[in-house]
């Protein structure tokens, strides 16, 4: 008798602290929850982990199979969140469902690793495994009538939990962080689980407020003109080439190698003819390099966006408006050229919406050569040069080819990569790698420069880096300027968003050096450079918003002074939620022609 009793203490006393328990390891696989969890917001979170473990021991009826049902659930979920954030700096947030099958074509290419925290994780959910072995309480008097009732309580609570997270009143009063730009910082302020369920909301877009469709159209028909007249020359060809993961650590901080790893680039940036050159604002890191390309190809800013979501995988599923399909328009051949998966983010999907002629995936590209396990630079650059040469002499070209070469990981060494850049006083062999593959990409990079140099045809050429590498790989050069990633300045924070940018020409343009801006403004550049007529909505880009804010990013909205608004100033500016209106009919109301 005394041992049932003390199997049922022990039973309820397992039902009650193992979701506590399951709740500080979720957190703790990532970050000491301490650390920016205020009390009543653990309390909250933790009170819906015992919504979960409660609501399977009814399903049940057993304490046993609820805990074990409960502890190898959010084992599963703390393990997959650390990893997550391991590989893209980010936690795991609602519309991460979308990318699944992105996420499983590119998974074995991680180094997978964990920290002592993490093993510490993973040993308590052992031990809280082991302990449900023990728990035996069946209540016989547990009818299933009850059971379900007892659901249909915990449904209703969950229904008021969600509703309490959604009222801005209680939001307040809990201090929690809204931020959707920071998932990183959200979710440590709120508890992983309580951002996640805040995210849900942001599943499908909010209507900005006081929008009207037909002001935002009366916006863009102000900007329209009469089609452009014949021009002196031909519109020049468009080659754009967003290189995955290329970017230069020396932002970060001083370090020295025992060569130049991107000798052209920094060749280029020092006022080259016929050469625009700069940093550019991006709104990812580590990771997502579809949203670089929605923000360059649509002008529209992942800011107006939930953060970390993919617009390619949530909000485009038809024809929409493109910058590629104003080219077609102009009488533009258009091209995207990527060699890889064609499912991956979507793109062979949204490739056809925005509007392109052709797509090149990596199955038109049988035999290419390869640097680690993706098709290099130098062969995706050729094909380029391939599609100009097999164009129709009499139309210009319009080329958006994305890389792979350099994407994640660059933990393996490889037979057919050598390694020849190497960081001074530093033996870390992941940024030797990943310098390495930079210099690779920057000779790719001289060789197209110096193929279309001698090429007749007027042609423009556009690179950047779609993002930085994850913080793992740029660590040991903060480490060598006395900083730790965990301990930056929002400026220093800031530094982790911009990539290199070149515009060059084989035909003048004025030259520029040392200019920064944001993707969302950059195609419009390239394009006013050249002399090729902008949209009406590239237009309104142009003389509303660049001129006040010319970076505008997630991570950063400045004015033209340099000035980081902050977020009451942006609620109230005029020019943002203009801007945000339009895009949001471009996304939803406008028709594509």
Known sequence: MKETRFRNYF???MMILSPAAAFLCVELF?????????VKVALWNILFYEMVYFSLF???????PALILGDILFLVIGLGNYFVVSFRSNPIVPWDIYSIRTAASVANNFEYSLTPAASVCIVIFILLLFGAFFCRFRPEKLRLSHRLGALLGIVLLFGGYLHLLYTD???????????????FYMSRKDGFTTAF????????MKTPEDYEPAESAAILDSYASPAPEEPEYPYPNIIVIMDEAFSDPAVLGNFSTNQDYMPFVHELQQNAPNTVSGYLNVSVKGGNTANTEYEF???NTMRFLPGGCVPYQQYIFGDKPSTVAWLNGLGYETAAIHPFNSTGWNRNLVYDYFGFDQMLFNNKFPGAARTRKYINDQACFEKVEELYENKDPGNPLFVFAVTMQN??????DFDNFTVDVTVDDNTYKPLNRYLSLMKLTDEALKDLVDYFSVQEERTILVFFGDHQPNDVIVEPIWKQNGKKGTDLTDEENDLRYQVPYILWANFDIEEETGTETSVNYLFAHAMEKAGIPLSPFQLCLKDRVEQTFPVITTQRLTDASGHELTEEEEESSEVIREYQKLQYYRMYDEPRE
């Open 297 to 299: 190809l649509t002008g």
């Open 197 to 204: 369920l805040i995210d849900l909301q942001y599943m499908s």
């Open 407 to 412: 994407h994640s990981g660059y933990f393996e």
């Open 58 to 64: 009814f399903l049940t009826g057993s304490v046993r």
């Open 11 to 13: 039973s309820l006393a």
């Open 30 to 38: 990532t970050h000491n929850p301490l650390v920016l969890l205020t």
């Open 169 to 183: 009143s209680f939001i307040k009063s809990m201090k929690l962080d809204r931020t959707l730009f920071t998932p």
